[in-house]
């Protein structure tokens, strides 16, 4: 699986930014994909998650709950991350991630992972 993001940039406080991740290699989109951040000197940290089967739970950090959407378009092979009232402490490198279906959650272990793509926020 290859996994491709897209849509980071430079955005003013309380702005808004869409990611896509657009992931090959397989006939079907994987099963749990998710998004994490990793700030300069911070450790990495798990934003959203999302099943893309039957149902598509969602899971998100605290720090985002209630500003982020994460959602997919299985017919494209994509996911999305939406961000609102974005402020300077979203500011990092995101990256997208995937994993087979089970124990779809932040705290899985991911197996695929995208390059990245850098959000600042000021």
């Known amino acids: 699986v290859q996994l491709v993001e897209s849509g980071g940039g430079s955005v003013q406080p309380g702005g808004s930014l869409t990611l896509s991740c657009e992931a090959s290699?397989?006939?079907?989109?994987?099963?749990?994909m998710g998004w994490f951040r990793q700030a300069p000197g911070k450790e990495r940290e798990g934003v959203a998650s999302i099943y893309t089967g039957y149902g598509g739970a969602t899971s998100y950090a605290a720090s985002v709950k209630g500003r982020f959407t994460i959602s997919h378009d299985r017919p494209k092979g994509t996911i999305h991350l939406r961000m609102n009232n974005l402020n300077p402490e979203d500011t990092a490198m995101y990256y997208c991630a995937a994993r087979g279906p089970y124990l779809c959650g932040l705290n899985s272990r991911f197996d695929y992972w995208g390059q990245g793509t850098q959000v600042t926020v000021s």
């Open positions: 290699g397989d006939t079907n989109l994987p099963a749990c």
